[in-house]
């Protein structure tokens, strides 16, 4: 299940209700992918780690992760960008998901 609600990245995307439900199933994809990524870098599933009974609240920096990701997944929805400078995944995704990276050794 999806840290992040679909209202929540339509927000993040300042959708107007005009928009209506036209990109919901392909905002949802991109809300699952994004946290599925960022579990991926994180070495473990937020949901296993936070949110649970007797575990500490989903950091609200993991849930800003998630919807930043979905919403540029969403916007630069092409690897590459012919004739045009080329643009990471933001910045502050990275510094998130490091400050709560699981390592091992």
Partial sequence: MAIVLLSEVKEQLAFTDDIGSADDQLLTRKIDAAQSHIERLLGFK????????????????????????????????????????????PFNVREIVNEYRGFTF
């Fill in 46 to 89: 937020i949901e296993e780690t936070f949110g649970g009974v007797d575990q500490d609240p989903v950091p609200p920096a993991l849930i800003e992760a998630v919807s930043q990701l979905a919403a540029w997944w969403y916007e630069q929805r092409e690897a590459a960008v012919v004739g045009a400078t080329a643009n990471e995944v």
